[in-house]
Every structure is written in C-alpha cells, then in structure tokens.
C-alpha cells in the first residue's frame, strides 16, 4: 500500500484554531470600526444641531434688531424732544380696536405733538404672565417670556393714490414746508380712503405755489413674542402635554387696518414665524437721563408698561418700571438675550445647566430634559431715537 502523501505546507488550509482566531480578530476590528462610525455619526449631529442653534440664534437676532434700530423712523419728521414743546409720547395698546383719525397716539394740530412710543416691552418673568388685554392677541403665549412692541414708518414711500398706495392701510406723512403758510401741522397719521386727505407738501412750498404733495410711508406695528409652539394646530410630536408640535417659536405679529376699512384700525394680520426652536427672550433697555443719546443706565421693564407708579395703572405716565421715573421715549438701546434650543431631545442627555440672561436666570423646562441649548445675547442701538439727542 501506498504511502498517504502530504501536501506542501503553501497548500494547506487554516486549522480551526487559526480560522476562531482570524474570526476574533476580524469581529474585533468590525467592532472598533463600528464604534467609530457611531461616534462620527454622533458627533456629526451634534455639530449640526450646534449650528442649526447658532443659525436660530444669529437670525433672529438680525430680524429683531433691524427693527429695533428703525423704532422710531419716520421719514423726514423727527419729533421733538427738546424746546418749549418736545413731543408728548403716549402708550397705544398694541391689541387695541380703537378707531378714529388722527390714529390713536397721534395728534398734530394742537401743541406738543403727540407720537406714540417707538418701542416698549413687558417683563413677565416675575409674574409669569401678562395684562389680559395684550395676551388675548398673541398666538399661544409662551408663559415667563418677554414681549416688546416696535413702531415705525416703512422705509419705503409711496404717492397718495399712485402705485402702491393702499386705500385705508394706515400712513404717515411729514410736511417738509418750514413756514406754516400752506401747512399748518408738521404731520397726517391716517387710515382713510381719501387720498386728498394727504395734503401736506415737500420742501419749499408757498402761499401762491404750494408744490408737490409730500410721499407717504406705512405705518408698522410689530409685536414679538415667543410661542409654545411653531405648528399650533396639529399635534407632530404626538404629545398631549404639549401645544401643537410642542416647539417654543419666536413669532411676529403685525398689525394692519382691514382691508374693508371700516372703524377698527388695529386688526391682528401677518402672523409670522421667524425661528423655530426660540425658547426663551428677555430685554433690557439701556435710557438717556441726561438728554445727550447716550445710555447711562440698564433697566427691565416692568409687566405693565402703563404704570404710574408702584400700584398705579393709568395709561397717562408711561413709565419704564414701577418704581422711577424712567419713561419709554428715553430708551436709546436694547440688551436682547435669546436662549436657543434644538428641536429634538439628545440621548442619554440631561441638561443640568441654568443660563444666564442679564438680571434673568432660566433652568430646563420643568424636571431636567434632554435638550441642548445655547444663550446668545447682542446691543441694539435705536439709531433715530439716540441719533436725535446727539450733540455734534
């Protein structure tokens, strides 16, 4: 019988030792592999959520402060704050269905003029909620969050009954004739579907040739405040705990006169969602106590920008907080403090932090959640409120 011959050792297979053995280090390499795919993958989305927070964060600011910087623009006119008669600044509720012409806030024909605050806010983090009459008008009011009110002229003009002009919207005009012999107040504030209403002329108009009528630009009044949710009619997340999707949004509302006309010349309109994933906003306003246009000190509004005092009410007074004299038309700049969060919870995370915002301290939302979050805070400058007051 013949001898059973071996095969060269180049082509023989792996033994069941050596096969467990490469499987091992295979399956261990995979691991590590796999473990390093997820991390990537984690740390991925984490850097995006990151920067989707400070996207929120730094749109939101840029929106909020290109308003804040043109509180108080109107065209050519630049009511008074110095001589005899500086202008009368009044508090116009911002929900308010008042009508009538001249525009509530506003009278020209007797003097001072009366112009309404370019900007005021409600502090409602002290109390957690806000005077019925303004949250009745906000969309799903997220409770413990400041709301602020801007008011201004459109930087856009238009020709009473020309192109673009919109009969019964509400409009400023500003007289530029400086003689008094054809115009006899210095501005219109107007809802009317008379365009001849609008007569006052631009600059060097006289007795004998009055000239051209002066242009008219929109009057804006923007609400902003942060809401509970950005869809707030159907429920995304499927969480009856919450409103709608249940994702704090920074919203605007923008109020406007019908487009009927009629006798109610504050209708809410343009409700706006400018971020979702706001969660929270608080202002701080630097005020001019000396009259020059610069801030010589940070306070906070209080709930109610009305009040006369520590327990007073009255819409006469206007003052900033209850307790000084601080009034709104003495506001030159704005703190704003925003705090962002992601839109979706992280996994085995808990945010444990409080974030700081100015005087305001904010913790997680009820127990502590899984949200990340980031604080982005900037200084707004009113420029025509401040730039008025500056002495070359």
Same mark, same amino acid.
């Given at each position: 019988?013949?001898?059973?011959?071996?095969?060269?050792?180049?082509?023989? +297979?792996?033994?069941?030792?050596?096969?467990?053995?490469?499987?091992?280090?295979?399956?261990?390499?995979?691991?590590?592999?796999?473990?390093?795919?997820? !991390?990537?993958?984690?740390?991925?989305?984490?850097?995006?959520?990151?920067?989707?927070?400070?996207?929120?964060?730094?749109?939101?600011?840029?929106?909020?402060?290109?308003?804040?910087?043109?509180?108080?623009?109107? +065209?050519? /006119?630049?009511?008074?704050?110095?001589?005899?008669?500086?202008?009368?600044?009044? /508090?116009?509720?911002? &929900?308010?269905?008042?009508?009538?012409?001249?525009?509530?806030?506003?009278?020209?024909?007797?003097?001072?003029?009366?112009?309404?605050?370019?900007?005021?806010?409600?502090?409602?983090?002290?109390?957690?909620?806000?005077?019925?009459?303004?949250?009745?008008?906000?969309?799903?009011?997220?409770?413990?969050?400041?709301?602020?009110?801007?008011?201004?002229?459109?930087?856009?003009?238009?020709?009473?009954?020309?192109?673009? /002009?919109?009969?019964?919207?509400?409009?400023?005009?500003?007289?530029? &004739?400086?003689?008094?012999?054809?115009?006899?107040?210095?501005?219109?504030?107007?809802?009317?579907?008379?365009?001849?209403?609008?007569?006052?002329?631009?600059?060097? &108009?006289?007795?004998?040739?009055?000239?051209?009528?002066?242009?008219?630009?929109?009057?804006?009044?923007?609400?902003?405040?942060?809401?509970?949710?950005?869809? &707030?009619?159907?429920?995304?997340?499927?969480?009856?705990?919450?409103?709608?999707?249940?994702?704090?949004?920074?919203?605007?509302?923008?109020?406007?006169?019908?487009?009927?006309?009629?006798?109610?010349?504050?209708?809410?309109?343009?409700?706006?969602?400018?971020?979702?994933?706001?969660?929270?906003?608080?202002?701080?306003?630097?005020?001019?106590?000396?009259?020059? +246009?610069?801030?010589?000190?940070?306070?906070?509004?209080?709930?109610?920008?009305?009040?006369?005092?520590?327990?007073?009410?009255?819409?006469?007074?206007?003052?900033?907080?209850?307790?000084?004299?601080?009034?709104?038309?003495?506001?030159?700049?704005?703190?704003?403090?925003?705090?962002?969060?992601?839109?979706?919870?992280?996994?085995?995370?808990?945010? !444990?932090?409080?974030?700081?915002?100015?005087?305001?301290?904010?913790?997680?939302?009820?127990?502590?959640?899984?949200?990340?979050?980031?604080?982005?805070?900037?200084?707004?400058?009113?420029?025509?409120?401040? +730039?008025?007051?500056?002495?070359?």
């Amino acid at each position: 019988m013949k001898p059973i011959r071996q095969l060269p050792a180049a082509g023989r +297979g792996f033994s069941l030792i050596e096969l467990m053995i490469a499987m091992g280090i295979a399956m261990t390499l995979m691991m590590a592999m796999a473990s390093i795919f997820t !991390t990537s993958i984690n740390t991925r989305e984490t850097i995006d959520r990151e920067g989707q927070k400070i996207e929120t964060a730094r749109y939101s600011l840029d929106t909020l402060a290109e308003d804040i910087r043109l509180a108080g623009y109107y +065209g050519n /006119y630049a009511p008074p704050f110095t001589g005899s008669m500086p202008a009368d600044w009044k /508090y116009v509720d911002p &929900c308010s269905t008042t009508g009538g012409n001249p525009l509530p806030g506003w009278n020209a024909t007797t003097g001072p003029v009366q112009v309404p605050f370019a900007i005021f806010g409600y502090e409602a983090h002290n109390t957690g909620s806000l005077p019925t009459g303004l949250t009745g008008c906000l969309d799903h009011y997220k409770a413990n969050t400041d709301v602020f009110v801007v008011r201004r002229a459109s930087t856009l003009s238009v020709t009473a009954g020309g192109a673009g /002009y919109v009969p019964g919207e509400a409009y400023f005009q500003g007289s530029s &004739c400086p003689d008094g012999t054809v115009d006899t107040q210095p501005f219109n504030a107007l809802s009317t579907t008379t365009s001849t209403d609008f007569n006052l002329h631009v600059l060097g &108009c006289t007795s004998t040739v009055p000239g051209t009528n002066a242009s008219l630009r929109k009057l804006i009044t923007r609400i902003y405040y942060i809401s509970q949710c950005d869809d &707030c009619v159907n429920d995304l997340d499927r969480d009856a705990a919450t409103t709608g999707d249940g994702i704090p949004t920074l919203k605007m509302v923008e109020l406007a006169i019908p487009s009927s006309g009629g006798t109610t010349l504050r209708v809410l309109q343009n409700l706006r969602t400018i971020a979702p994933g706001v969660e929270d906003m608080h202002l701080e306003y630097g005020i001019d106590t000396t009259d020059d +246009g610069s801030v010589d000190a940070w306070v906070v509004s209080n709930n109610d920008p009305r009040q006369t005092g520590a327990t007073g009410t009255a819409v006469t007074g206007m003052r900033l907080d209850a307790s000084t004299e601080n009034r709104w038309e003495d506001v030159m700049a704005v703190k704003l403090f925003l705090l962002t969060r992601d839109l979706k919870t992280t996994s085995r995370w808990v945010d !444990t932090k409080s974030y700081t915002m100015g005087s305001k301290t904010v913790y997680p939302t009820g127990a502590l959640d899984a949200f990340r979050r980031r604080m982005t805070s900037s200084t707004i400058k009113l420029v025509n409120m401040s +730039g008025r007051r500056e002495v070359p």
